[in-house]
């Protein structure tokens, strides 16, 4: 994201300029500034898209498709301004979800398929009819709803909260998500939380499943908490698989944010602010900003980052000072590609168009919890090479063994492309205080200091570029392309559970 760090990494000598618009790839920006109108009914695009008008004034569609408009532009008109956006975004999705079923319906003429597809025009146009009227709702009892289902809050024994999830996303075709399932939420600490048990697999007697039931399995978990005017649910994976049960085939949409379907019966009081960051969600520029907006636990993951930034910037001398407000700026420049990266994962080349909300929500939060710990438990005061090193693009831990060898272990990494890693296997030890790595080659592996920084590899860019495109004797460093380089610059964290992942899988 862009505009929390125009604020947080002013200092007396460094003012980030805002990265614009204008630069960004239509992927990246805001759902809510996307076209809201549904565009169904028109002549085929050069992809095939779209319903010839003929076929959707005969099937009906295009009244349909003008009475979602309307009760769209009814409920818009109700909602608060911070939550607007997250309303556009909302039937951006099912935009998204509609046009894909169209297609199907286009291309396979039959009956059931255009029955479902006029099911789920309807089903919209009375949801949005319904979050129209639900605004302004105390508590969280009561019916719920998104562009993926909808969710259901009463109240249970001993001032617990039932809950029952009906998600139903329908892309057309075989490609539908439904997941239903029910427990028990209670408060802890500002959400309240519950386990979803598996199904029961019924007894076994062989050895390994009595081992397995010797290991208690970490179920997974679903927790929730007013957003302002919305609700925010978040589906946390634990060991088995929700989706192997009968009525749940994919829980991936669970997680979102659910607006309020109509008034409640049921008196109720619940804590509704609106947990910001530090920039304006009025006006959000980017997916992962929206999503932020749309997340307490993300918003206030901003407001502690910003606040770890001001506060170590001060302490740390200039050429360090420097090199990680060049690293931050990357690290901003990098994050807001990762809820559209993991939202519609290109590596799913099947599913790709539909939602992996919870994914993407995840490794939001992933990213900035490892950003976080950098930057609160910086370790600037650090002597030698041992220790965890993080940068925006790369992690390396370095360890010494009995005999005072040097093992280095990490990898580098290009957003969003898990194809471009390299990895850093290197082993050595201190000699008149330089390292030297095992093994002859004709570019050696290198770890320096630099300041508080860490150095790997400094001349491997060059002996990268000699290596691009070209079969000669230069030796590579990484294994899976030869033009990528292995030099990077990093810096020293303290060991911490949110800076754990060598594999790069939140990348």
């Given amino acids: 994201m862009f505009a929390p760090y125009r604020l947080a990494l002013i200092t007396a000598t460094v003012l980030l300029a805002p990265v614009t618009c204008h630069a960004m790839d239509d992927y990246l920006r805001a759902a809510s ?50 939550i607007r956006p ?57 019916k719920w709803t998104n562009a993926f289902g909808k969710l259901t809050i009463s109240p249970d024994a001993n001032g617990a909260r039932r809950i029952t999830v009906d998600m139903n996303a329908y892309y057309g075709s075989d490609k539908h998500r439904q997941c239903r399932l029910s427990t028990t939420v209670t408060k802890g600490g500002s959400w309240l939380s519950g386990s979803i048990q598996p199904p029961d697999a019924g007894p076994s007697n062989s050895a390994s499943a009595s081992q397995e039931r010797a290991r208690p399995a970490k179920p997974a978990t679903i927790k929730l ?32 944010t659910y607006f309020a379907s109509g008034s409640s019966d049921v008196a109720d009081k619940t804590e509704t602010s609106f947990a910001a960051p530090t920039f304006d969600c009025t006006r959000p520029e980017t997916a992962t900003d929206e999503e932020i907006c749309a997340d307490p636990d993300l918003a206030e993951n901003d407001q ?123 082993t050595g030890k201190m000699v008149g205080g330089t390292f030297r790595a095992d093994g002859q080659r004709k570019n050696p592996d290198t770890l320096e200091r630099d300041h508080a920084m860490l150095v790997v590899n400094r001349l491997d860019d060059s002996f990268a570029k000699k290596r691009s495109g070209k079969d000669d004797d230069d030796e590579a460093k990484c294994k899976r392309r030869l033009d990528n380089s292995s030099t990077a610059r990093l810096f020293p964290a303290r060991p911490s559970p949110d800076i754990d992942n060598f594999s790069g899988s939140i990348r």
């Fill in 33 to 82: 500034a996307a076209p809201v109108k549904i565009t169904l009914c028109g002549e085929a695009d050069g992809n095939g898209s779209g319903i010839k008008p003929a076929a959707c004034k005969e099937k009906g569609y295009d009244k349909l498709v003008a009475a979602i408009d309307r009760s769209f532009d009814a409920a818009l008109a109700r909602t608060p301004a911070n």
């Fill in 86 to 142: 997250l309303l556009k975004r909302d039937e951006a999705w099912f935009n998204e979800m509609i046009s894909q079923a169209a297609d199907t319906v286009q291309e396979v003429n039959e009956a059931e398929l255009s029955d479902n597809f006029v099911a789920t025009l309807r089903q919209r146009k009375d949801a949005l009819d319904e979050i129209a009227g639900g605004f302004g709702r105390g508590g969280l009892s009561g």
């Fill in 225 to 256: 908490r007013r957003q302002g005017e919305t609700l925010r649910v978040v589906m946390i994976d634990g060991d088995d698989t929700i989706g192997d049960r009968d009525e749940c085939d994919d829980p991936s949409q669970i997680t979102g």
């Fill in 304 to 426: 502690r980052l910003n606040r770890a930034w001001k506060a170590l910037l001060p302490r740390l001398d200039d050429p360090t000072r420097r090199a990680l407000t060049e690293d931050q700026r990357n690290w901003v420049r990098t994050q807001t590609e990762e809820f559209p990266e993991f939202l519609h994962p290109a590596w799913n080349k099947r599913t790709a168009e539909m939602h992996f909300t919870a994914d993407a929500r995840d490794h939001v939060d992933a990213l900035q919890r490892e950003r976080i710990a950098l930057l609160e438990g910086f370790d600037d005061k650090r002597a030698g090479l041992a220790g965890i090193w993080l940068a925006y693009n790369a992690i390396l831990k370095v360890t010494v063994d009995k005999d005072g060898r040097l093992i280095a272990h990490g990898w580098k990494w290009e957003q969003g492309d898990w194809k471009a890693g390299c990895d850093y296997d290197m």
